[in-house]
């Protein structure tokens, strides 16, 4: 996911734009998305909540937590 996220630009929280197609391996598979995506908090991608995995990982990466 650290690499994954790179692919999305955060248009808000919650909302996330591919801007360059990617993939990786999620609890629930391999998920690959291609440019153009949108995707949005509570509504699931190829079964994933694929958003919600994207909000967390941003979190993870905010310079405030290291």
Do not use: H
Request: charged share 30%.
């Amino acid at each position: 996911m650290k690499q994954f996220i790179k692919c999305f630009v955060r248009e808000r929280r919650g909302v996330w734009k591919c801007v360059r197609a990617c993939s990786f391996e999620s609890p629930v598979g391999r998920i690959e998305v291609v440019q153009g995506t949108v995707v949005v908090r509570g509504t699931r991608f190829m079964n994933y909540d694929l958003a919600a995995a994207l909000d967390e990982e941003y979190e993870r990466q905010a310079p405030d937590n290291g």
